[in-house]
C-alpha cells in the first residue's frame, strides 16, 4: 500500500503471471495463455469486460462477484472504462480485485486495462450538455468545446484526469495499459492529419504517465480505424501511430533517442467482424502490406479482441462452419469464445460479461485447448464454399 491514498502498488510481472498460470490457470488448458510481447507476461487468451448492464447496484454486485471469481480460475486479463456503466464498472471492477488480492491473488497476478475518452456522467446524460461541459470540463481547464466530438474529448487535461480516475477507482497505484477509446471519432470533424496532431499530444500525456507510474503502457482501442480498408476516411496506420508515440517520448523525455510505450491496441473481433485477420490493409514500413494482426505481430503491438459475443448476439446465433467444426460445445457462446482465442496473432479476446452463467461459459472455454492452426483456417474456407 502507499499514502494516505491507499492504493494497491505494483503491476502484472512475468513471475506473477506465471504464478497465476500454474495456481488458478491450473485447470485451464495449455494454450490457453499467450505472451505479451518481450515482457513475457501470461496473460489468458480470454478476458472479462466490463461495459454491459445496466447501471445498478445489483449489477455493480454481479461483476464484483465475476471479477473475483474469473481471477480465482485463472482469467487475469480485466478491461474497463472511465465512462462504462456511468463510472460504476471500474469501481466494480476495484471491489472485485480487492475480493480477489483478499483471497489471496497478488497484483503482479492481474493485467488490467482501463480506457478513456468519452465523457462520463455520474448520473446518466445530462439535459443540457453545453451547460455540463462547461462546468465539468471547461472551468476545470480539463478542455475546450473544441476538443469535444460528439461525447469524445481529445484533450490532455482531461485524458489525464480519466488516468487519475481510473487508478483511484481501481484502487491500483499503476494500470498495466491505459488506450485512447476511438479517437478516430474526431476524424469526420477535424480531418486526419489535426486529429493525429491531437493525438500525439494526448500520447505525450501517457508517455508521462508512464513516469508517474500511473500506466505501463498504452494505445489505442478502435471500432473501426483497424477494419476499414486504407482508403477509408476512418483508417488508422499502425507503423502511423507508433511514429506518433515516438515523437511524444522524444518530447516528454527531451531524448533524441527515447523509447515509446505504446504497445496495445483494441479492436472489434468475431466471427462477423473478422476483418483484422482477413483484410490486409497495414504498410508495415518493414516493405510488406499485411493485416493488422499480422502487422501488430511484425510491429511488437499486443492486440486485444473486443465484441467477442457480439453484444450478445452470438451467445445464441453461431455460424454454421462453426457449429460444424465444435459440435462438442454445447452453445453458440462457447463457440463464439473458441473461435476468437484460436485466432492467430489475438493475443486476449475480450467477453463482456455480467451474469454469472456467461462466466461459466468462459471458463469452460479456457479448459479446452484452443482450435488446432488448421482447424481454423479450414473455417474461412467453409464460410466461403
Known amino acids: 500500500m502507499s499514502g494516505a491514498s491507499a492504493k494497491i502498488a505494483g503491476s502484472a510481472t ?98 488490467v486495462v482501463g480506457k478513456g475518452g468519452f465523457l462520463r456522467f455520474d448520473d446518466g446524460p445530462p439535459d443540457d450538455l453545453d451547460a455540463w461541459f462547461e462546468a465539468c470540463i471547461a472551468r476545470k481547464g480539463l478542455g475546450t468545446r473544441d476538443d469535444l466530438s460528439g461525447m469524445h474529448c481529445l484533450a490532455p487535461g482531461y485524458i489525464a484526469a480519466q488516468i487519475d480516475e481510473l487508478c483511484e477507482a481501481t484502487g491500483l497505484e499503476t494500470l498495466d495499459a491505459f488506450l485512447i477509446d476511438q479517437p478516430e471519432v474526431h476524424i469526420p470533424r477535424l480531418g486526419k492529419e489535426e486529429m493525429n496532431r491531437r493525438l500525439q499530444t494526448v500520447f505525450a500525456v501517457c508517455e508521462q504517465a508512464v513516469r508517474q507510474h500511473k500506466i505501463r503502457s498504452y494505445g489505442i482501442a478502435t471500432f473501426d480505424a483497424f477494419r476499414v480498408e486504407t482508403d477509408h476516411p476512418l483508417f488508422q496506420s499502425l507503423a502511423s501511430l507508433l511514429g506518433l508515440a515516438e515523437r511524444a517520448a522524444q518530447l516528454v523525455q527531451r531524448d533524441g533517442q527515447a523509447r515509446h510505450h505504446f504497445r496495445i491496441v483494441q479492436l472489434p473481433f468475431n466471427q462477423a467482424m473478422n476483418e483484422g485477420f482477413t483484410r490486409f490493409s497495414q504498410a508495415t514500413g518493414l516493405g510488406n502490406v499485411a493485416s493488422t494482426l499480422q502487422a501488430a505481430h511484425q510491429l511488437k503491438v499486443f492486440v486485444m479482441g473486443s465484441h467477442a459475443l457480439a453484444k450478445g448476439a452470438l451467445a445464441v446465433q453461431s455460424a454454421d462452419a462453426l457449429r460444424g467444426a465444435m459440435p462438442d460445445a454445447p452453445n453458440d457462446a462457447q463457440r463464439a469464445l473458441q473461435f476468437n482465442r484460436s485466432t492467430p496473432g489475438l493475443g486476449v479476446s475480450l467477453a463482456g460479461i455480467s451474469s454469472p452463467g456467461h462466466l461459466d461459459d468462459l471458463l469452460a472455454v479456457a479448459a479446452r485447448p484452443p482450435l488446432a492452426r488448421e482447424t481454423y483456417l479450414a473455417l474461412y474456407r467453409r464460410a466461403s464454399d
Open 14 to 111: 512475468r513471475a506473477g503471471t506465471a504464478a497465476c498460470a500454474g495456481t488458478a490457470g491450473a485447470a485451464c488448458a495449455p494454450g490457453h495463455y499467450s505472451d505479451f510481447l518481450n515482457q513475457h507476461l501470461q496473460l489468458s487468451s480470454l478476458g472479462l469486460g466490463t461495459f454491459p448492464g445496466a447501471a445498478t447496484d445489483a449489477v455493480d454486485a454481479a461483476y464484483a462477484d465475476i471479477i473475483a471469481r474469473g481471477l480465482q480460475a485463472g482469467i487475469n486479463v480485466i478491461d474497463t472504462a472511465a465512462h462504462y456503466r456511468y463510472g460504476r464498472s471500474m469501481r466494480a471492477v476495484g471491489e472485485g480485485l480487492r475480493r480477489a488480492f483478499s483471497a489471496g491473488a497478488g497484483r503482479e497476478q492481474v493485467y
